[in-house]
């Protein structure tokens, strides 16, 4: 029998206001199936472990577990046989693009190409628009796409976008995903301005394959689309990223690090709460996936509400 899921909390930031109804994101790596099988190569995780016939029931438990409003996924492999149609029958709408060139094309036995997909409650949101990005470093296309959604909430009209991405991996690709970042934030700055409505605010959730050390963290940061991290609000400090959100051991070595992250408008959101990391202990020895997590990235979950704008104030 398998063990249990770990048990994670939310950590309330704020006390939510009360006519203003909260939406929850959710971002999360969810390891395509054929690379989790066929190239990652975790050392430590059986291979009956990464079954996908009960692995995707792993990963969906973990999304109703949370039941988001928004679910920003990466390294989907399986959209179209399973999480498309599932998350449907659950209510929500979805789009899906995949990597041009997938490296789960490599693998025997694949099931197509692996790609980033967003997800929504369809009756709490409408969607007005929809945009497929490849984005470019030096002016030049790469392999990695990004997926952006204009909705609009059904309950306070409010309008906002919603960006999933999954940034070029590996160490020696930092000047690459600094590239990478730029471009992205300058096609949603093209996007946003393109909006009906002003100051349209915008999530941005993603594997960015880079620590915060890394420059792409920092344009982020300090872009001039005023972003800000949510999980910053759970250290002390309020300016620190968990110690890790993807922890795994290959033929190379143990890898522990912090590379996913849900980017919030700070003058359109604020955090109520937000999902708290597993301890080491809950991850166990053998790391991630195991045969109690279904990925080698642990999901992030985030409260929001919006920032009420004076006009709109009753
Ligand atoms: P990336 O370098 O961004 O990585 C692809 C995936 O590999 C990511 O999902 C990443 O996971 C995972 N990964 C990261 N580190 C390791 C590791 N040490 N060992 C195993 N997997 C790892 O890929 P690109 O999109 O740039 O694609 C490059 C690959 O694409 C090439 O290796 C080649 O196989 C393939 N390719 C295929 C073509 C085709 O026509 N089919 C053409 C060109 C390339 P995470 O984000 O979780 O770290
Ligand atoms: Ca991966």
């Given at each position: 029998m398998r063990p249990p899921r770990p048990h994670r909390d939310f950590v309330r930031t704020r006390a939510s206001a009360k006519h203003n109804p909260q939406i929850r994101v959710m971002q999360w790596n969810i390891l395509a199936q054929a690379l989790g099988e066929g190239k990652d190569g975790f050392?430590?995780?059986?291979?009956?472990?990464?079954n996908w016939a009960e692995r995707k029931y792993l990963i969906l438990e973990e999304i109703l577990t949370y039941r988001p409003d928004i679910v920003?996924?990466?390294?989907?492999?399986?959209?179209?046989?399973?999480?498309?149609?599932?998350?449907?029958?659950?209510?929500?709408?979805?789009?899906?693009?995949?990597?041009?060139?997938?490296?789960?094309l490599d693998v025997?036995?694949?099931?197509?190409?692996?790609?980033?997909a967003v997800f929504f409650n369809r009756e709490r949101f409408r969607l007005l628009d929809i945009h497929h990005l490849c984005l470019t470093a030096v002016a030049l296309k790469t392999n990695q796409v990004a997926v952006v959604a204009t909705l609009q909430c059904q309950v306070?009209?409010?309008?906002?976008?919603?960006?999933?991405?999954?940034?070029?991996?590996?160490?020696?690709?930092e000047t690459f995903r600094g590239a990478q970042g730029a471009n992205l934030l300058q096609q949603l700055k093209g996007i946003l301005?393109?909006?009906?409505?002003?100051?349209?605010?915008?999530?941005?959730?993603?594997?960015?394959?880079?620590?915060?050390s890394e420059e792409v963290?920092?344009?982020?940061?300090?872009?001039?689309?005023?972003?800000?991290?949510?999980?910053?609000?759970?250290?002390?400090?309020?300016?620190?990223?968990?110690?890790?959100?993807?922890?795994?051991i290959r033929p190379s070595g143990e890898s522990r690090s912090t590379l996913d992250y849900v980017w919030y408008s700070r003058h359109g959101f604020s955090v109520d709460a937000v999902l708290s990391m597993p301890s080491e202990e809950q991850i166990g020895p053998d790391r991630l996936p195991s045969y109690h997590y279904p990925s080698d990235h642990l999901s992030l979950v985030c409260d929001f509400s919006f920032i009420q704008e004076p006009h709109r104030l009753m």
């Open positions: 050392v430590r995780c059986p291979m009956e472990a990464l920003c996924l990466q390294e989907v492999d399986h959209y179209y046989d399973t999480f498309q149609p599932v998350m449907s029958s659950l209510g929500y709408q979805s789009s899906f693009c995949p990597k041009p060139c997938s490296p789960c025997c036995g694949n099931n197509g190409p692996d790609g980033c306070t009209g409010r309008v906002f976008c919603v960006a999933v991405t999954h940034l070029k991996a590996r160490s020696g690709w301005s393109a909006q009906q409505e002003e100051a349209v605010p915008l999530f941005v959730c993603g594997d960015f394959n880079a620590e915060p963290y920092r344009s982020f940061l300090n872009s001039p689309l005023g972003l800000d991290s949510a999980y910053r609000t759970l250290s002390a400090d309020g300016s620190s990223e968990p110690p890790y959100t993807t922890w795994k």
